[in-house]
């Protein structure tokens, strides 16, 4: 975890440290990247044990438009930043508080929390352009802008997540699993969250086997391990989502790995397009070893919505599969 920056926003003493029992990542108080806001934190126990520690604590900015934290890094270092947001009633208001996160003076996303329960994460791949960064929050309306932990990981590939200018805005990072549980670190050397997923009209398959993650993505082992192909293996596979503007931008990331054993004779192999385009013809994925196929340029979409079909060629016995999936969609900051 070398170069990781975990900040449990709110603990105190602001020379507190620990180590997180589920992960073994060492967070430290945020008071050292910034001097205003107040300190809260979650009492209810039964979020307390729904969640990770370094959520239980939090800080509030009652006061001012704009609360920064700064941080002294290295110019174009590639960073994964991620802020999480468990609001849990902490202030006994029963008000869902909606503010603006900034990546400087540059607006990288709302949050918006919907339940007092649940957790929220946003997180963007940025590339610094200076040796140092702020973080800021910004308030909006008439709620009290908050945050729960703030995670910075480097990216030391310069070869991966570039984008042609801007920077990633994670939407989806999905492995296909009917397995409830996320994968973050140590399973994840990058500490990239890895959320389970199956859609309708598919199925999970998986191997114990190892599979080679070593391409520069380094997915998981769990990743590698699980795939989703068509519940009807005559049927594409289809993947689709919507950023809702006609203007947005996305890069995209799949990772495929072969997990089943071939007999003599079957064959997997199938073209991917993009609506409707032809964008990947004739794939056959590597047998237990991943192979990451990416937009190298920035994806558009007339109507902001962006469709992919896997489909199985005519010499393919066996449905397509895909392994992990990242979907980021491009900020200019």
Known sequence: ??????????????????????????YISDGTHIDSGVVGRIINDTLRTQFQQQV????????????????????????????????????????????????????????????LGSSLIREIIHVLTEDSLQICLVKTGETTPFISSLELRPLNNNNTYVSQSGSLMLLNRVYFSPTPSFIRYDEDIHDRI??????????????????DTSNPYNVPQLVAKTAMIPADPTQPLNIRWSFGEITAQSYVYMHF??????????????????????????????????????????????????????????????PPLINGLEIYKVIET
């Open 56 to 115: 239980w604590n939090l800080r509030s900015f009652p006061d001012g438009q704009r609360n920064c934290y700064n941080f002294n890094l290295t110019r174009n270092q590639r960073y994964l930043i991620r802020g999480t947001f468990l609001y849990g009633n902490y202030d006994g208001l029963n008000l869902l508080p909606s503010f603006d996160l900034h990546i400087g003076q540059t607006k990288w996303t709302s949050v918006s929390i919907r339940e």
């Open 257 to 318: 790995a072969e997990i089943q054993n071939l007999e003599a004779g079957e064959n997997r192999e199938f073209n991917i397009t993009f609506n409707g385009l032809p964008w990947f013809s004739s794939f056959s994925p590597s047998k237990l070893s991943i192979t990451t196929i990416f937009s190298s340029r920035a994806m558009s979409s007339p109507d902001g919505t962006f469709s992919f079909t896997f489909t199985m060629t005519g010499n393919s016995t066996l």
């Open 1 to 26: 975890m070398t170069g990781f920056i975990s900040l449990d926003c709110g603990l105190v003493p602001k020379d507190t440290t620990y180590v997180e029992r589920t992960t073994n990542i060492t």
């Open 194 to 211: 890895w959320v389970p997923f199956i859609k309708d009209n598919t199925t999970s398959i998986s191997t114990d086997l190892p599979v």
